[in-house]
């Protein structure tokens, strides 16, 4: 390939509408003789509904209805179960509890929908809002993830004996053989709690059913929308041309906006076939912490035996995880989080049951990390603990456990999210450990700035963690490229962007093989209407499958272009090459042909294309991977607290990375420092704050803390290629990857900044007003 | 209750006389009063700064001020800025240091910036930081807008 | 979260107003910066009949000097007051404490007034007018009066003023010579609400004895909390950092009352209050000795 | 939430508890309280609107008294519901003789809060709860010596209810309270 831009640091094709305020987003989208619609929510987290009294909302002027469960009818029906295991899984437990659209007996979270009002405006829909008048029994709610498994304890879901949504084992040679050669082993409980995607944008959607065309438009802040389109079409009786779903920009995603389907996305569309109008809800933010889904909760009991040289002869692990109310997500949470409870070490034996269970909370399902970030938590804070009680330095004991780069593929014995076994295909562990370590100069840290701090008076620490996150997981994605006869390139994908850059890293790969602009694509994503089959933005692997589904699409179009060219350039293929929008033979340039010609010629009018070639400089390709793509990193901190007021500041915060191939470094670069934002607030800041009741305490970002520019340290990103040997372009996902190692790395600079409080962190998120309880209780 | 207000306001030096609401926030008002959707609404309780415009110059939440609270006085809105085919210097650099990426928040960390920056022509980081402080920004952990503020900044200066 | 709906009225001048809050009382509520009771009606949670904008009343935007301090018109904008010179000079405790309130979007809506009248017990102007023993000037229909910032603030969300009452000018008398200042706080973010928060002044004698000091509490109970008892150990003294530590204790422990909620135990807040106490003395008592 | 504390009354036993046991009296007690009837056998119902500076929302549900133990003890259950969002609570009320004609009565309760005002209003709430129970006590005190004051002249008692004002003085007066200490120690 004579032209290179993949790799480069493009700038993004995106930008200049984002920039200007001229990106559609769903809440810009303003249809005529639209409605709008508000939810009426429970307030309870766990009631019987006695009654429900809308007559005074229907009174109000400007509201042109309210509608309960029953208004629904035939209509009503659960969502779909989105990830089911798969019956041939053995032994594995599964109650499968999804979501309804409107409550119709039991509220079983806080923030459910009772009722809908459609009025004229959204102020009055709020108006009418406050004047259904719910007549509840309430019930006590389930919270406690261990307690909740009692016999006799309050359930959830009734026609269920238990609120045990789920339960597997998985097994790694054996844990108790090992456990017996174990020079060490140590034992711990760690609690790993709730925070929110709380992505910019709250979701929303809009809908319009045109009655004429028997067709029904839908705008959805939604990371899946051809997913969505396949279900709603299914639900609504009308075949998938009949739907069509666009994902415009959407502000941020982060996992949440996949959840399909949402109640409102089941509402909507009935109302605006029903009412015969458009229909517009837009999530306000208290409702995002009410109705959106969230992540993290889980309890964990982790045993780890080891040598007394430090090597991890095995690792046992109990987990019981919150799926909340109901579990439309299955096990996908769980599963990545026993995917990375032995991180990137080489470990013969594991152990692992898992329980999930149903609580009167708001549903659980993947936020940025979906379940990795708490098991590499578990197993780097073990490894801190036994490197202590042995007595060893830490850096020693991750370099003797890592797989070594000849062991890839390295096969896990257990399965992981895709439910096909867990297989490492690439990595090349230690040099990048290594890069981390020389670039933070944890030696020098260690023995000038730290002593020199401390004498100051100065409490600082240091924290480096290696992480591996499974990526580019399957089914497939599918691309379509296509020339213009202006010579311009069209090109579609299945999924949208929330913020991936996916029109500019994507332009990369197909301005490569066609040698035009990346200025000169046009590449549209999440719209049904440009692409039929996919899945959609998630599990950090649309560079990785989508990737290589554009690359599929690309390369087939050049071969188009090069049989077409040679056969009107009287040349043969091996002596044309593609330069700027031109098809030229190699020694001749004045012989040559432009892209746009050959988009015309390969489209006639009259005549005929010959048999066995098809119309148009056009192809559609799609690629599924066996396995999913390892990517590896490795994450320090140094961050200095005050033991008085538990404030916290991060002053050298070092990533290396290792994506394999990276389309584009600038874009690499960006998710890096947001998924560290993130992991930042998981660390120390964002906490989702239940009761015993069930009742959310800081629905409103003034008491949800997401970090501000002032809490970011500068962070250095350093990279590492070691190529996925299973996919052409050789990528490896890194969307959720910053967010993976942070909460691990910051207790460990904690715990080595506060050496005289003999610390020890096995839970997060943190905070002051924690820290103070762990550092004071011994005063208590 | 029967309640309409005359407003007259000027929005990107264009003027408007609109009847409206009293209880109409500003951020509304712009959206879908006006068609200025470049404005973005991100919380309704003045944290995370996505709403951001200029009234009389200075940055303020317009999900924080009912729209009668505007009359006769000047707004400006992202789309005052600039056009795809003639951004601002300081959208430009954003685009050359990819400060955005869904760039839902970006148009109030703009609005934010444009006056600071004539105030603060050559900042250092940490006054960048506290500059932005008031919008919140989940995508970039802000990393690369301190460096399109910089970049700006040489680029204005 | 749209707001209930409302009566809108913009007054052009203060008799309009003071008719409006007579007409309608505790139905009308004043819409001066907004910037806490917008949040509070997007939420539902504040739905007053009738608004009465004071937003278009010019006149009530000064700052000037008065004897000595400073009176500030009850419209004055936190961003005004945070670049004025004459607060900087004759108020520096006020100058320091503005950049610390919320961010720059809320501060150069919110004003001094609209701040002080919401008397939200975390608010630093709340604390520091109260330890600067500010004078608040009240007018209704009956005439205007002058109320001591200590009788000002009588609770969460609530001052001594009458529905008819409106405040239009805050007086910040200033401080004797050899006086010494601090506001230390602790917040999550540097503009959350402060977890815990002190606002300290100390006077010297030629001698270096303590003749006056202050500390008002924020976030510690359901109004600025005074702990006069701890200041008492230190009039009279020459102070020294066994008194500053025995202050400290004395003010955690007996004095505030502050109240739990998901950021903070009311243990933690003690615990805040000591060590912040003693940082803010510490450096009152350097300013004060820097003033000689 | 948990909510417990003390407060002396000056009053014999017999005459605190029967002070309680007034619908009247506790009507007045109860910030903002518009109605309160009894329903049933130790029943009431009640409407509340509660105001806190500009925050006011009204309350209506159900006051239940049991486990009467005259007159030492009793349990009092409240199950309050509007639009801010609910409030539920259950509370052990134990009145014991101090002799010298005052009782002591402690309490001990769990109260739950929903809604809007645990989701967003969180960070006053437990200020609000101090306010309010200090607001109740202070309305009790009062009703308790004019009960005194209206059998000693033969009359019907005349109970003030608390208005934001009356609160309002009350907490005034602590806060003076601690500034003229203040002013005292300094003059002397």
Same mark, same amino acid.
């Given at each position: 390939m004579t032209y290179k831009v993949i790799g480069k640091r493009v700038r993004r094709v995106e930008d200049p509408r984002l920039l200007t305020g001229g990106a559609l987003f769903v809440g810009d989208v303003n249809l005529p003789d639209m409605l709008h619609a508000a939810f009426v929510r429970s307030d309870y987290a766990h009631a019987k509904i006695i009654s429900i009294d809308t007559s005074s909302a229907k009174e109000i002027p400007g509201v042109v209805g309210v509608y309960t469960a029953e208004d629904m009818g035939e209509a009503w029906e659960p969502g779909p179960p989105l990830v089911s295991p798969p019956p041939s899984l053995e032994g594995v437990t599964f109650n499968s509890c999804r979501q309804v659209p409107l409550v119709k007996d039991k509220v079983k979270h806080a923030g459910e929908i009772i009722a809908v009002v459609v009025a004229e405006s959204r102020y009055i829909a709020e108006d009418a809002v406050e004047e259904v008048y719910v007549d509840y029994e309430p019930l006590p709610a389930v919270t406690d993830l261990e307690k909740c498994?009692?016999?006799?304890h309050t359930l959830v879901h009734d026609e269920l004996d238990s609120n045990l949504a789920a339960h597997l084992v998985q097994n790694k040679g054996d844990y108790e053989a090992a456990k017996k050669e174990a020079d060490l082993v140590i034992k711990r409980k760690f609690k790993l709690d709730r925070g929110a995607a709380a992505a910019m944008e709250n979701r929303g959607i809009v809908v319009d059913w045109d009655q004429k065309n028997q067709h029904l438009m839908v705008w959805d802040a939604t990371q899946s929308p051809i997913p969505i389109r396949n279900g709603l079409a299914g639900r609504l009786g009308l075949r998938t041309h009949q739907v069509r779903v666009v994902a415009p920009f959407v502000g941020g995603g982060f996992g949440p906006k996949i959840m399909m389907f949402y109640a409102e996305e089941m509402v909507l569309p009935w109302l605006t076939m029903k009412l015969n109008r458009p229909v517009k809800w837009i999530e306000d933010r208290k409702e995002n912490f009410y109705a959106t889904t969230q992540e993290r909760e889980q309890v964990q009991e982790v045993e780890m035996a080891l040598s007394k040289e430090g090597r991890i002869l095995g690792i046992r692990q109990n987990i019981i995880h919150d799926t909340g109310a109901y579990d439309p997500y299955g096990l996908t949470i769980p599963l990545n989080t026993q995917s990375h409870s032995m991180g990137p070490y080489d470990i013969k034996n594991y152990s692992s049951e898992l329980s999930v269970v149903f609580t009167n909370k708001i549903i659980t399902t993947p936020v940025r990390g979906a379940g990795r970030p708490q098991g590499i938590y578990i197993v780097e804070r073990m490894l801190d603990i036994a490197c202590r009680e042995l007595e060893l330095d830490s850096r020693d004991v991750r370099r003797l456990n890592f797989i070594k780069p000849d062991q890839f593929p390295y096969d896990h014995e257990i399965i992981d999210q895709a439910f096909t076994n867990l297989v490492f295909d690439s990595g090349n562990y230690q040099p990048a450990y290594d890069k981390a370590i020389e670039k933070i100069e944890y030696d020098k840290f260690i023995n000038e700035d730290q002593p020199r701090l401390r004498a100051e008076g100065k409490y600082v620490g240091i924290g480096v963690v290696p992480f591996i996150e499974t990526t580019g997981v399957g089914p497939y994605e599918g691309a379509r490229v296509a020339i213009e006869p202006s010579g311009k390139i069209s090109a579609a994908t299945g999924v949208g962007t929330q913020g991936q850059s996916h029109m500019t890293s994507f332009a990369q790969i197909i301005a490569e093989q066609l040698s035009v602009e990346v200025e000169d694509i046009s590449l549209v994503s999440g719209d049904t209407a440009e692409i039929h089959w996919g899945t959609g933005t998630f599990a950090s692997r649309g560079a990785v499958v989508a990737g290589n589904a554009v690359l599929a699409a690309a390369s087939d179009v050049r071969k188009k272009v090069l049989k077409l060219a040679s056969k009107i350039l009287e040349t043969?293929?091996?002596e044309l090459e593609l330069e700027g929008g031109q098809v030229r033979v190699a020694d001749i340039p004045d012989k040559s042909i432009s892209l746009g010609e050959l988009a015309v010629l390969a489209n006639p009018f009259r005549g005929a294309v010959e048999p066995g070639t098809e119309p148009g400089l056009e192809s559609t390709k799609y690629f599924g991977p066996a396995y999913g793509a390892t990517a590896f990193g490795v994450h320090g901190m140094i961050l200095e607290v005050d033991p008085e007021t538990m404030m916290i500041k991060i002053h050298k915060y070092v990533t290396v990375e290792d994506c394999g191939t990276m389309l584009n470094p600038l874009v690499v670069e960006g998710q890096i420092h947001g998924g560290v934002s993130m992991g930042i607030g998981n660390a120390y800041y964002e906490k989702l704050h239940f009761d015993e009741n069930g009742q959310l305490q800081n629905a409103s970002l003034a008491d949800y803390l997401i970090v501000g520019a002032t809490e970011m340290p500068h962070i250095e990103v350093y990279h590492q290629n070691t190529p996925a040997p299973n996919n052409k372009l050789g990528t490896k996902g890194v969307g959720e990857a910053g967010a993976i190692p942070v909460p691990a790395a910051f207790a460990q600079a904690l715990e080595n900044a506060l050496p005289n409080y003999d610390l020890e962190i096995t839970e997060t998120p943190l905070s002051p007003n924690r820290l103070f309880e762990l550092l004071y209780r011994q005063e208590d | 209750m029967d309640n309409t207000y005359e407003l007259n306001v000027t929005v990107n030096g264009t003027s408007y006389q609109e009847t409206v609401d009293p209880r109409t926030l500003l951020s509304d008002f712009l959206r879908d009063g006006l068609g200025l959707t470049g404005t973005h609404v991100g919380c309704e309780h003045g944290v995370c700064g996505a709403c951001t415009v200029l009234l009389n110059g200075e940055p303020v939440?317009?999900?924080?001020?009912?729209?009668?609270? *505007?009359?006769g006085q000047e707004i400006m809105t992202v789309?005052?800025?600039?056009? *795809?085919?003639d951004m601002h210097p300081l959208q430009e650099a954003f685009r050359e240091a990819h400060a955005?990426?869904?760039?839902?928040c970006t148009p109030g960390i703009l609005t934010t910036l444009l006056p600071w920056l004539e105030e603060n022509p050559n900042p250092t980081e940490d006054e960048i930081r506290e500059a932005i402080s008031g919008n919140l920004c989940r995508c970039t952990g802000y990393q690369h807008i301190i460096d399109a503020v910089k970049l700006a900044a040489e680029q204005m200066n | 979260m749209k707001p209930a709906p409302f009566k809108y009225y913009a007054p052009h001048s203060i008799p309009e107003v003071l008719d409006l809050l007579n007409e309608h009382g505790y139905d009308a509520k004043i819409l001066a910066g907004g910037q806490s009771l917008v949040p509070m009606m997007n939420f539902r949670l504040v739905q007053p009949a009738v608004l009465v904008d004071i937003n278009f009343i010019p006149e009530l935007s000064y700052i000037e000097t008065h004897d000595k301090g400073v009176r500030l018109g009850a419209m004055v904008r936190h961003s005004q007051a945070e670049k004025d010179t004459l607060i900087k000079e004759h108020a520096p405790l006020i100058h320091e404490t503005m950049p610390q309130i919320a961010t720059v979007q809320i501060r150069n809506r919110g004003t001094i007034g609209g701040s002080l009248a919401h008397a939200d017990p975390s608010a630093e102007l709340v604390v520091v007018s109260t330890a600067l023993e500010a004078q608040f000037k009240i007018q209704n229909q009956k005439g205007e009066r002058l109320i001591p910032a200590s009788e000002f603030f009588v609770g969460l969300l609530m001052t001594s003023m009458e529905p008819e009452d409106l405040l239009v000018e805050v007086q910040i008398p200033p401080l004797p010579s050899g006086s010494g200042w601090s506001l230390k706080e602790v917040a999550?973010?540097?503009?959350?609400?402060?977890l815990m928060g002190v606002a300290a002044i100390l006077t010297l004698d030629k001698k270096e004895i303590c003749t006056e000091a202050r500390m008002v509490y924020l976030s510690a109970g359901d109004g600025p909390i005074s702990a006069p008892e701890a200041a008492n150990m230190l009039i009279g003294n020459k102070i020294t950092n066994e008194l500053i530590t025995a202050a400290a204790d004395k003010a955690a422990a007996d004095e505030i009352d502050p109240g739990s909620d998901i950021h903070a135990t009311a243990e933690f807040r003690r615990h805040l209050a000591n060590v912040l106490t003693r940082r803010a003395l510490e450096e009152a008592l350097q300013r004060a000795k820097d003033e000689k | 939430m948990k909510v417990e504390g003390e407060h002396l009354f000056n009053g014999n036993q017999q005459q605190v508890w029967d002070l309680f046991r007034d619908t009247e009296v506790m009507a007045a007690a109860l910030p903002g309280t518009k109605k309160m009837e009894l329903v049933g056998e130790n029943t009431y119902e009640a409407v509340m609107n509660v105001r806190v500076g500009p925050v006011a929302g009204e309350f209506s549900g159900q006051l239940v008294i049991s486990n009467e133990d005259h007159p030492n003890s009793y349990t009092m259950t409240v199950d309050g519901r509007g639009k801010p969002g609910f409030l539920k609570g259950v509370g052990d009320v134990v009145l014991t003789n101090q002799g010298a004609n005052q009782t002591l009565m402690g309490y001990t309760g769990e109260v739950q809060i929903g809604g809007k005002l645990a989701a967003v209003g969180q960070r006053l709430i437990d200020t609000v709860a101090k306010s309010i129970i200090n607001q109740a006590f202070e309305t009790l005190d009062n009703a308790l010596e004019e009960r005194g004051k209206a059998e000693a002249e033969g009359r019907k008692a005349d109970y003030q209810q608390s208005s934001e004002g009356d609160y309002a003085a009350t907490v005034a007066k602590d806060l003076i309270k601690n500034v003229l200490k203040r002013k005292d120690s300094e003059e002397s």
């Open positions: 498994l009692e016999p006799g043969p293929e091996d | 939440r317009s999900c924080l001020i009912f729209a009668p609270q *505007v009359q789309e005052g800025l600039g056009t *795809v085919d955005l990426q869904c760039g839902f | 999550r973010r540097p503009h959350d609400f402060a | -």
